[in-house]
C-alpha cells in the first residue's frame, strides 16, 4: 500500500478502478480530472476528513488495490460526507470564493448564449466579444491573477495541487484564443464548443478551489500571512484597471435578457 | 426546573479532579514571548512602535492563566493588549484605541482571545464595533478559550 500512497492518482485508477468508486463515496471526485498527478497522500490530506473516515477511505483502497489480502474496514463514526459542515475561510480566501460567484453566474448563462449565437449581426459579435471579456478581464487578470501573482507564491508551485490549478488556467487562456480566431473566421461552431468547454473546465476548477484548495491552503497559512494576502489583495483591487461592477452590469443584462417569459 | 447557579462567569468550578496538566510531557524553563510593556489597554499607547504593521493580540485578562500554551501558541510573534469586558470602566477608550490600531498603526491582523463565559464576548463585540468603525480593513480571528484551556473555537470573522 506504502508505495501506491506515492503514486499519482490517475494511474492508481486506471489500474484499480474500483478506487475511483471509493474516493466517491467521500466526494473526492478525482476521477474525471484530466491531469491526474496529485498523490494518492496528499489527496487524502488536503481533504482533511474526520480521522475514522480516513482510516475507512484508506482500508477501503487498500481492499481496493489488494481484494485478497485480509484488512478490516473500521466502521465511520460519522456519516461519510466531506462537506458535513459549512467551510468558513479567511478573509482572503472568501474574497476568492466571492468572486467566484459572478464567474459562475457567467457559467450558467453560457448554454443560453450559445443556443443563441450570432456571429454574423454586429451585436451578435459584439455580445461573444463582450463574453471573451468577463472572462479575459474579469475571470482571468482580476481573480486568477491574484491566485497566480500572489496567493500560489506562499505555496511549493512545484506541488501537484497548484500545477493543475496552473494548467487549468494555462487550458481556459488557449479556449479564449480559439474563440477570438473563430469570431474572425465567423466560425460559431468552434466558439460554441469552446465556451462549452470552457463552462466545464471552469465549473469543476471552482469547485475544487472552493472545496478543496481553498480550505487546504487556509490550514496551511499563518495568522500573520493571512494579513498580508488581504492586504495584497486589496492593493490589487485598487491598482488594477478592470472595474468589477462593469461586469456585474453585463452579468445582470445577460441574465434579464434570457430570463424566462412570464405569461 | 434547574436549580440556579449563578452568572457562568464567576460560578465556582474545582478542576483537580480532572487535572491533567501534571501527567503532560516534561518541559523546562518557558521562555516567555512578550515583548512590549505596557499591555493594559487603558495603559498602551496605540501609536506604539510594536503595533506598527503588527499581528495583535486583544485578550481577555483570563485567557493567559486558562491556556497551557498561551506564549507558545499565540503570543509568539505578536504584539498585545488585555482588557476584561466585565469589569473594565471606560470602555469607549478601548474602542477608540482598536480603531487606531487599524486605521494608523495599520496592523496587519487582529486576534481577539476570549474566555467561554458570556460576558467575555463583549471583547469581541467591542473589536467588530471599532472595525465596523474604521476606514481600513483588517482580518479579524476570534479564539474561544474554555475554563479548563482547551480551545472551543477559532475562526475568522468577516473583516
Redesign the interface.
Known amino acids: 500500500m506504502d508505495e501506491y500512497f506515492n503514486k499519482g492518482i490517475k494511474e492508481i485508477i486506471e489500474k484499480f478502478p474500483e478506487v475511483e468508486d471509493v474516493l466517491n463515496d467521500y466526494d473526492i471526485g478525482c476521477g474525471p480530472c484530466n491531469v491526474g498527478i496529485c498523490l494518492l497522500k496528499d489527496i487524502v490530506a488536503i481533504h482533511r476528513l474526520p480521522e475514522d473516515q480516513e482510516r475507512q477511505l484508506m482500508a477501503r483502497i487498500a481492499k481496493a488495490i489488494d481484494p485478497d489480502r485480509d484488512i478490516r474496514i473500521p466502521r465511520a463514526e460519522k456519516k461519510i460526507t466531506a462537506k458535513s459542515e459549512e467551510l468558513?475561510?479567511?478573509?482572503?480566501m472568501?474574497k476568492l470564493v466571492d468572486e467566484h460567484v459572478l464567474i459562475k453566474r457567467w457559467l450558467a448563462l453560457i448554454p443560453e448564449v450559445v443556443e443563441n449565437l450570432d456571429v454574423e449581426s454586429e451585436e451578435g459579435r459584439r455580445l461573444i466579444l463582450e463574453g471573451i471579456d468577463m472572462i479575459r478581464s474579469y475571470a482571468d487578470k482580476y481573480h486568477h491573477a491574484k491566485e497566480e501573482d500572489i496567493l500560489f507564491k506562499y505555496f511549493d508551485e512545484e506541488a501537484d495541487i497548484i500545477k493543475v490549478m496552473h494548467e487549468d488556467h494555462t487550458h481556459g487562456r488557449s479556449l479564449v484564443k480559439e474563440m477570438l480566431a473563430a469570431l474572425d473566421k465567423r466560425d460559431a461552431k468552434t466558439i460554441a464548443a469552446n465556451l462549452m468547454a470552457y463552462r466545464e473546465l471552469l465549473t469543476e476548477h471552482i469547485r475544487k478551489e472552493d472545496e478543496i484548495l481553498y480550505p487546504w491552503m487556509d490550514n496551511q497559512l499563518s495568522?500573520?500571512q493571512?494579513?498580508?494576502l488581504?492586504?495584497k489583495f486589496?492593493e490589487v483591487d485598487r491598482q488594477i484597471d478592470v472595474s468589477p461592477g462593469k461586469y456585474e452590469v453585463f452579468i445582470d443584462q445577460l441574465e434579464q435578457k434570457f430570463a424566462p417569459q412570464e405569461g | 426546573m434547574e436549580k440556579f447557579e449563578g452568572c457562568p462567569g464567576s460560578r465556582m468550578m474545582d478542576f483537580k479532579k480532572t487535572d491533567e496538566a501534571n501527567t503532560g510531557p516534561a518541559v523546562g524553563k518557558i521562555k516567555s514571548q512578550l515583548t512590549q510593556w505596557p499591555i493594559q489597554m487603558h495603559l498602551i499607547n496605540p501609536s506604539a512602535p510594536y503595533y506598527q504593521g503588527a499581528d495583535v493580540l486583544l485578550t481577555a485578562d483570563c485567557v493567559a492563566y486558562a491556556l497551557g500554551d498561551f506564549h507558545r501558541d499565540y503570543l509568539k510573534d505578536k504584539s498585545i493588549a488585555i482588557a476584561c469586558p466585565k469589569l473594565d470602566q471606560g470602555q469607549d477608550v478601548y474602542l477608540e484605541k482598536i480603531k487606531a490600531w487599524i486605521d494608523e498603526a495599520k496592523i496587519n491582523t487582529l486576534t481577539v482571545l476570549i474566555m467561554q463565559v458570556p460576558c467575555c464576548g463583549g471583547l469581541l463585540n467591542l473589536a467588530q464595533q471599532a472595525a465596523d468603525g474604521a476606514k481600513r480593513k483588517v482580518p479579524i480571528k476570534y479564539v474561544v478559550v474554555g475554563v479548563q484551556g482547551e480551545i472551543l473555537q477559532e475562526e475568522w470573522a468577516a473583516a
Do not use: A, D, M
Open positions: 468558513k475561510y479567511s478573509p482572503p472568501k495568522t500573520h493571512v494579513g498580508e488581504f492586504s486589496g
